[in-house]
């Protein structure tokens, strides 16, 4: 057990007591369902819809023929369609990917209107279709941005006496956060709107659904209070957000819509197919002399989803020649979107298992060899960190783990029957802050009241905030209410990027000093260190004090480079004949900085480090590229941990301030606590088995038979 | 805002769109007429009025016992009990995360024991006694397994949190948390995508080492 603050809103949470998006009735709310397109590509020729209408208690059904205008959709009079842009919902007959949404059936139960969508039947004129990044490789092409980078000499790599050059994939995974996405949508009046959404901002949602509706943003109230996980699915306005406005306008009823746990795999994103190279070149005592990192990541034909994946490879390790080229590839297929660890998960696991092949080849200890290369300042831009104590993270995670016992020589250690090895991977992600603002109101019963429009995905970004705000004023945790997930509340971005500590925490921690020093101001004489607030506000006849201010960085990121870091080390545990892989320990250490909440950071990099072992062992979206369409769209086909495969793990932290970032001292932690552990799950294989798998997931079928060939 | 609720039941109207069916539902011996004469059954054909007998004879009268309160309830056969507890009766605490009986979210106690009322049709739980999330609690006292959960941070965003904790008081009284792996066996069909098992199972260790009752 950890010390540490237990959730503010646990208590909530254990009696179901929390409510989620869907989890409210407005009076007269009426039921949504989507019906999705059963083709790839191509267009709708014939959409009935008379049987759904006349089916009991259906309200109305809208498809691209009946759909009102959507004011955002539209293009100005004698301009041409942009190529490109965010997908639009029932804005012609093109079917773009499987799944589609074609039209939302609106009935008076749940189970009529999933009974009436049955009854929609389209016909289509198919085109074909492509979904397979490795076919449509030789077709992709440069995105915006930096993908394509080279500092020093060109294929440096190739020049040095060890290398090799090796090709890395992982499959395109989906969030899969337990709570479905869902929506209640209300007008309020013909230009005032109310949500309660699944969203990781209210804000941005608000502004989002502004742009597509044409709306004044303080006439939208959104509302996201609980939310039961996310992972970067809920950091936009989805196809099915929109929908449930639309219907809700139509029928002049609220709305609740939800998708299904399939919809989950086709409309609310995933972390894209992507295939990279990398060759890499040591000298002989380990100093690294290239790095050239190839990738190509999968996007749709509207939209170009840039993840940056290299960025690790430039940024990792001191290293004077590095270039990259980073493509992708159009497929028919929904955009990808950020998923935790976006881009760097992916690129870590590259660079982290090319490092381990170097390491054998080299026959240098992993860990050494990254000590060798270890960066000081930041190697791509040449300012020093603002803070990176990954070294005593190395040390702290090969002591957690018993990196000792660790036989260097690869499949040449077993136990009962199952064959043992040792892996360890590093990940980084940019230590972000942006401008958030937050209020602070002492009441006269010298209850604090936080304000800001943050949400909170799971991590405990309240239980945090007050853990801030009570050590700056002084006032025990049970006398501080957090108020958030509400969009008239104070600015606060979305919470994605791990930067939400960093950011509204930086706020709060203003807010609470500022209110703090207008007590000291009414004490007089300097104040007091601990002062009673409710007997100043009494003294002067008070009813309240409050301040609002907003709060982002300085100059600071001119100066230094700032970024998490962290290191996991696995235990596996092989079966040589089934090839099934166990994970016996895990032992993740974070460099991010001051920690504020022990008890909650713990259970992030707990679960970060889960989320990571289900990219290396299980999680794999499977499209049959004969139709387009993904077969195992549920839980039973679609593995990802349950308890049965996890051990205990040992979280552990630095716990060293940074001096830059923020008052706190403290960095985000969120994405670092998967990226890197895939590469340390498929080393620990390698190490167990002799066997590199270079595509994940490492599933039995790659290392099956093993016995045979051993014996 | 968050806090506006009411309790109305979906469906219910608040205006007087649409008030015709229901108007026509109340009058029961209207129905009778319809069926036992041809002339009336034809124009009401043309009324639609074919929804509206579907209406009535979709629904089927139940009764069943939910966190110690009886409740007598008219639900269609096909609705679950998963959506009759969250849509009807308003006890959102239960779940929905699959629909499949895949994720475990939707846990509920019948009859003491644990199933997933995302694959229970209400009409099977007629006469049975239900126990949700929300009754497992004395009043402000919690279950020692709330406690444990509070205690060990057996979980981050909360959505499985309440299927998790129905399915770890069965898992102690079915006998089926004597060690760590076998806890971690009898609770796989919960899953926690925020990936709180550690702590979960260090929940259930201390309240079954505890001895406390569940």
């Keep these: 057990m950890t010390k540490g603050m237990s959730r503010i809103d646990g208590r909530l949470k254990v009696t179901g007591a929390a409510r989620y998006s869907a989890e409210f009735t407005p009076a007269g709310m009426v039921y949504g369902v989507l019906v999705g397109s059963t083709i790839t590509k191509g267009s709708i020729r014939l959409i009935d819809t008379k049987a759904a209408e006349r089916a009991p208690g259906v309200l109305k059904v809208i498809t691209w023929l009946n759909s009102p205008k959507i004011a955002g959709y539209q293009v100005e009079h004698g301009k041409p369609e942009p190529a490109k842009g965010t997908y639009k919902l029932f804005y012609n007959n093109k079917i773009l990917f499987n799944g589609q949404p074609i039209a939302v059936v609106v009935a008076d139960s749940f189970e009529r209107a999933l009974f009436a969508a049955s009854l929609v039947k389209a016909q289509y004129n198919a085109d074909p279709h492509h979904t397979n990044l490795r076919d449509n490789a030789a077709k992709a092409f440069a995105p915006e941005g930096d993908g394509t980078t080279k500092r020093g000499t060109e294929d440096a790599w190739k020049t040095a006496p060890v290398k090799l050059e090796q090709e890395y994939i992982i499959p395109s995974e989906v969030h899969s956060p337990m709570e479905l996405h869902a929506i209640i949508a209300k007008w309020d009046a013909e230009d005032k709107l109310t949500v309660w959404t699944k969203t990781q901002g209210v804000q941005d949602t608000r502004d989002g659904i502004a742009g597509i509706f044409k709306l004044p943003k303080e006439n939208i109230q959104v509302n996201s209070k609980f939310v039961g996980g996310a992972f970067g699915s809920a950091l936009q306005v989805w196809p099915h957000e929109v929908a449930a406005i639309l219907a809700a306008k139509a029928v002049k009823r609220p709305v609740k819509l939800l998708l299904g746990r399939a919809d989950m795999f086709t409309s609310v994103g995933y972390r894209p197919y992507t295939w990279q190279k990398i060759g890499i070149g040591a000298t002989a005592d380990g100093k690294l002399v290239g790095i050239t990192h190839e990738a190509i990541g999968q996007t749709s034909t509207y939209e170009d989803f840039n993840e940056g994946p290299i960025g690790v490879s430039r940024s990792t390790y001191a290293c004077p020649n590095v270039n990259t080229i980073y493509k992708l590839a159009a497929l028919d297929i929904g955009s990808p979107t950020w998923m935790r660890g976006p881009g760097e998960a992916t690129g870590a696991f590259a660079l982290e298992s090319a490092l381990d092949e170097l390491s054998y080849e080299l026959k240098i200890d992993p860990i050494e060899l990254r000590m060798k290369n270890y960066a000081s300042t930041d190697p791509e831009s040449g300012k020093p960190f603002s803070s990176k104590f990954l070294d005593e993270a190395y040390k702290l995670g090969a002591e957690g783990i018993n990196w000792k016992d660790r036989n260097a020589k690869p499949a040449s250690v077993t136990k009962d029957g199952w064959m043992v090895g040792y892996g360890m991977g590093g990940g980084m992600f940019g230590a972000y802050r942006d401008k958030a603002a937050a209020k602070a109101i002492l009441m006269a019963d010298g209850t604090l009241i936080i304000q800001t429009a943050v949400s909170d995905i799971g991590p405990g970004t309240g239980t945090a905030m007050v853990t801030i705000a009570a050590g700056v004023m002084g006032i025990p945790a049970d006398k501080i209410r957090f108020d958030m997930g509400d969009s008239s509340l104070p600015l606060a971005p979305s919470q994605g990027g791990s930067a939400t500590t960093a950011t509204v925490g930086s706020a709060v921690y203003q807010a609470c000093t500022d209110l703090k020093e207008k007590f000291q101001k009414l004490i007089g004489n300097g104040g007091t260190d601990h002062p009673d607030y409710a007997a100043i506000l009494k003294q002067h006849s008070l009813p309240k004090l409050e301040v609002t201010v907003e709060s982002s960085g300085g100059t600071e990121r001119d100066k230094y480079a700032f970024y998490s870091w962290s290191v996991h080390f696995i235990k596996v545990l092989v079966h040589p004949a089934t090839g099934v892989v166990k994970v016996d320990r895990a032992v993740c250490v974070a460099d991010s900085g001051s920690i504020v909440s022990p008890k909650t950071a713990r259970s992030q990099i707990v679960g970060g480090a889960i989320g990571g072992i289900g990219m290396a062992l299980m999680e794999e979206t499977v499209i049959d590229h004969r139709y387009g369409n993904i077969v195992n769209n549920n839980f039973a086909d679609y593995h990802v941990p349950v308890n049965a495969d996890i051990p205990q793990i040992e979280a552990l932290f630095v716990n060293k301030p940074d001096p830059h970032i923020n008052p706190m001292g403290a960095k985000g932690m969120g994405e670092i606590a998967l990226i890197g552990m895939a590469a340390a799950v498929a080393n620990a294989v390698y190490n167990a088995t002799g066997k590199r798998v270079r595509e994940l997931p490492i599933t039995p079928d790659k290392l099956v038979g093993m016995d045979l060939e051993l014996s | ?214």
Excluded: W
Aim: charged share 25%; net charge negative; hydrophobic share 35%.
């Design chain 2, 1 to 214: 805002m968050e806090d506006e609720r009411d309790h109305a039941l979906p469906g219910s109207e608040p205006e007087a769109k649409d008030n015709s069916r229901r108007n026509f539902l109340k009058q029961s011996t209207l129905l009778t007429a319809i069926a036992l004469t041809p002339g009336t059954a034809v124009k009401a054909a043309e009324m639609h009025v074919d929804e509206k007998i579907a209406a009535v004879f979709e629904k089927m009268p139940i009764k069943m016992e939910v966190n110690g309160v009886a409740h007598s309830l008219s639900v269609e056969p096909r609705a679950t009990l998963l959506d009759i507890l969250r849509e009807q009766l308003d006890l959102t605490g239960t779940k929905k995360g699959c629909d499949h009986g895949q994720c475990g979210a939707c846990t509920v106690h019948v009859d003491g024991h644990r199933v997933n009322s995302c694959l229970t049709l209400g009409v099977m739980a007629s006469g049975k006694k239900i126990t949700t999330i929300e009754g497992l609690a004395k009043g402000d006292e919690l279950h020692p397994m709330q406690e444990a959960f509070l205690k060990h941070d057996g979980f981050q965003c909360g959505y499985c949190t309440p299927g998790q904790i129905m399915s770890a008081v069965a898992c102690i009284r079915e006998g089926h948390a004597n060690s760590e792996m076998e806890i971690r066996e009898y609770m796989s069909g919960n899953i926690c995508r925020c990936g709180a098992y550690p702590n979960i199972v260090n929940a259930i260790q201390e309240v079954k080492e505890g001895g406390q009752a569940v």
